[in-house]
């Protein structure tokens, strides 16, 4: 007889490209904030960016010392590229008929490494929040994704669900990390396998419209 299939009682999602359709300037982000750090020198300029996200660079400042105020700044600079790339965001296709036919059934989370208020303020405006049994942003993360630290969160919440009866969906490699790193199985949206390989990433498997998540269920 083949391996008994897992019963998944929880879904995990990421936010930007995954459920909402973010137009959020990630690379000019990115760069914003890089060069900020360096003016600051916090960074050295010669710092190859190209394999950072934003997330993983504000940690990399972190790890160096980073004192408060600067932080604070660096958040700042973050959250205005949020808020003006959410204005009005749409949502992926098939998103709400798909949590709308699941929420009764599943345990539904979102982690994302957004500022909690811009994540509540577009789900809500999208008309999905309501179908969300909890929202994860970034200040309930002692580290940012790729850390698993929200992962962790929700199933330090939701402790009834062990992490193997969990099942997560992201378009990021960081996303396919936090999950792997906290025990949960990652499927990956719209992003070649390949690519979440090369990052250390090994996804079960790869979905092109959130529908086709049922197959994972």
């Keep these: 007889m083949g391996e008994q299939r ?26 914003a904030i890089f060069d900020f750090l360096v003016d600051r020198k916090v960074l050295p300029g010669t710092l190859s960016i190209e ?7 504000i940690e990399h400042a972190k790890q160096l010392d980073i ?9 700042s600079i973050a959250s205005r590229y949020e808020l003006a790339g959410m204005r009005g965001a749409g949502l992926e296709v098939g998103v709400h008929d798909f949590l709308a036919s699941i929420h009764t059934k599943y345990t539904l989370a979102v982690v994302t490494n957004n ?37 962790q969160y929700v199933l330090d919440h939701f402790a009834q ?19 792997m790193d906290a025990g ?5 949206y719209q992003t070649d396998l390949s690519i979440m390989k090369s990052r ?13 998540l049922e197959q994972f269920l």
Excluded: C
């Excluded at 897992?6 to 990115?30: C, E, H, V, W, Y």
């Excluded at 909690?116 to 789900?123: D, E, N, P, Q, T």
């Design 6 to 31: 897992r019963r998944i009682q929880g879904i995990i999602f990421d936010m930007d490209n995954t459920l909402l359709k973010s137009s959020i300037d990630f690379p000019a982000m990115k760069h």
């Design 51 to 57: 394999q950072h996200t934003t997330a993983t660079l």
């Design 67 to 75: 004192n408060v105020e600067l932080e604070q700044q660096v958040w």
């Design 115 to 151: 500022a909690l208020s811009a994540a509540m303020h577009a789900l809500q405006e999208t008309g999905i929040a309501d179908y969300l049994d909890l929202i994860i942003g970034r200040e309930q993360m002692t580290s940012l994704k790729p850390s698993p630290s929200g992962f």
């Design 161 to 179: 669900i062990p992490s193997n009866d969990w099942i997560s969906l992201g378009d990021s490699w960081i996303d396919g990390k936090g999950s």
């Design 184 to 188: 949960i199985p990652f499927v990956s």
């Design 200 to 212: 250390g990433v090994d996804a079960i498997g790869r979905i092109d419209e959130i529908k086709e």
